[in-house]
């Protein structure tokens, strides 16, 4: 791999991993990357931006000119041609749905959702039609992060039932030839890991080097590094005298990478799985797995930027592309030589480092998820907003002018981990069905894996919470606590935690207009209870979401593997073919007219988001309703 230098502007930009810093810092500022880096500023050398911007944010340029040399990987043509390819892989046209397991299905009445309670949800999901089914974590685990602190990475977690079922589950999922993915959550164990366990009863010995374990003096942490859910990212061991780390929850301790006895732990782990027949892994926080050696302090100025000090020393470390690389072929190659499906959770990364990440030829992962379409610039969650859906397509219109043939997107909406995309886009609750089908018709007509969150295809929309003690989530939690003591006033603190909690996304199913999800108490409890929302009666209702769900599900086949032709893309109207189908957007709130060239391509209506909540009249064919979604099947 060559060298590139990193003196000037321009060479900056020429950088995977700073073409994404500085697109982000342009989207965020709102100017187009050509304001920043143009045929004049591209020579500026870097010593000069340093001296003017290093009054304000000292440290900032050394720390990307850091990070770009770090990361020394570029596609270069050569990773861009698709000669020798064979055919499509399955995950490329497949449709995934997330399943949060605690809150899908209980079967037992304890009020935790369980294995046995997804099986009993299988003919929905083929119903649904849905190719591959993604379970949060289900290994036995304290629970502190809700199955995100494993335990054992090869037990399931007695709450979700026993191996049986899980053996039953990938076999009745394959009979019904869908597949199904689990949650691979290797940057950190719970403390409770037998590993960890043992590290603290040797901290010089084996175990202990799978951790970061510091000796130091209790009042002051190896380094200024936060947690992502509130304080220091170091919590102090007295019985040991060493501090650990936890870039997530006290009991969430981060594993050292760079040891390869911890390389060859996960590649078992994997190992074993793939033998008991799942076809792949989403991989936790899989980007933070390579810390810069020697663990140095975070620049204050890029901690105060971005909210999280320290995360330039990790987020996409030295050794990223190489432990992947590693892990595919140790850990995610069959007997037969095939690949199990990596799709890889990577917060903070923007486009080009996602190229890198998984395009085909690189045999890194095959998909990961671009947090960057979640909040649009100036935003962060915990921000009460209405997020515009023109910012949805424009993300992904963009993302796709990148790519090239060996590179495909992840579209997704929601997850366990945020607010519901009905509730980020509107309140009022005239435009649910319609926000809800428009986010479905870009998700699954655009170039790109899509993937569904459990009630996404309900329009489900947040909780009206009321009081703490109706969350269960350790963020909301800590982060209220964060915010009084920063002294905040509870009101404040109080709406903060409503617009951005995790819990709206894990609050129970609603399977019938009762609940169904629990014949007990649930863990936690949702509070909407609008009629006409659960899966029973939107079955029953031909205009429903869930019904618009299925229909784009079902005509996919049709169109998955077809070119995308975007026809049309102003204000809050867009156009665009996939195959023989045009799809017609209004992104707004008002009435739009349809322009003629587009009205004038012949083909017939096969598809359109009336019903479900505003049952309006027929619209006149000049016009689309608020946020309607029209889609015609072209002659
Ligand atoms: O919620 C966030 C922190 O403010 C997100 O940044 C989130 O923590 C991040 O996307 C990582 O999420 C994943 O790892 C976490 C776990 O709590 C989340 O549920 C999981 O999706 C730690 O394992
Ligand atoms: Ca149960």
Known sequence: MTRHPVRTLGDVYDHPVGRDVLDKIALQIGVSPS???????????????????????????????????????????????????????????????QIYPRSFADSN???????????????????????????????????DDMGYDVRDYRAVMDLM??????????????????????????????????????????PDGDKAAYYFLREGSSDAPPNNWVSFFSGSAWRWFDDIKRWGMHLFAPSQMDLNWDNPAVRREVADIVQFWLARGIDGFRMDVINYISK?????????????????????????????????????????????GSHALMVGETPGIGIEVGRLLTNRQRREMDLIFNFDVLEPPGKIRWDDYRYPPAYFLDFYL???????????????????????????????????????????AISLTLPGTPFIFQGQELGAVNQNFTSLDQLRDVESLNYFRELIDGGAARDEAWDRILAGSRDHARVP???????????????????????????????????????????????????????????????????????HYLVEVNLSERTIRRP????????????????STVRSERPRPDELPPYGVLIRLLD
């Open 509 to 579: 199913m609603r399977w019938t207009v009762e609940g169904g999800f629990t014949t007990g108490q649930p863990w936690i409890t949702g509070t909407d209870m609008e009629a006409g929302w659960s899966a029973a009666e939107q079955l029953d209702d031909e205009h429903s979401v869930l019904n618009f769900y299925r229909y784009l599900i079902s005509v996919r086949q049709y169109f998955a593997h077809d070119d995308f032709t975007l026809l049309t893309r102003s204000g809050h109207y867009a156009a665009w073919t996939r195959g």
């Open 292 to 336: 810069n050696a020697g663990l140095p302090n975070g620049v204050p100025a890029v901690g105060e930027l971005v909210g999280f000090t320290g995360i330039e020393r990790y987020f996409i470390g030295p050794h990223l592309h190489d432990y992947l690389r590693e892990l595919r072929s140790a850990g995610f190659t069959r007997p037969d």
């Open 35 to 97: 304001f920043i880096v143009n045929p004049l500023t591209r020579r500026l050398p870097l010593t000069v931006l340093d001296r003017v911007a290093g009054r304000a944010a000292p440290g900032l340029v050394a720390a990307l000119t850091d990070l770009l040399e770090m990361n020394p990987d570029r596609l270069d043509d050569a990773d861009t041609h698709t000669e020798g390819q064979s055919e499509p892989p399955w995950w490329q046209g497949a449709v995934f749905y």
């Open 398 to 440: 963009r993302y796709l002018r990148r790519l090239g043939p060996s590179d495909q997107m992840a579209i997704f909406a929601e997850n366990h981990d945020n607010p519901r995309i009905v509730s980020k886009i509107t309140l009022d609750p005239r435009w649910r069905g319609a926000v809800a089908k428009l986010i479905a």
């Open 109 to 143: 009445g304890d009020g935790i959702g369980d294995l046995r309670g997804i099986i009993g949800k299988l003919d929905y999901l083929q119903t649904l039609g849905v190719d591959c089914l993604w379970l949060s974590p289900i290994f036995d685990s304290p629970n």
């Open 161 to 202: 039932g026993s191996m049986e079922d899980l053996d039953e589950l990938i076999e009745q999922v394959h009979a019904r030839d869908m597949r199904i993915i689990l949650d691979l959550v290797v940057n950190h164990s719970s403390a409770e890991h037998e590993w960890f366990q043992e590290a603290l009863r040797d």
């Open 596 to 611: 003629l060239s587009v009205r004038r391509m012949p083909g017939r209506t096969v598809m359109t988001s009336l019903g």
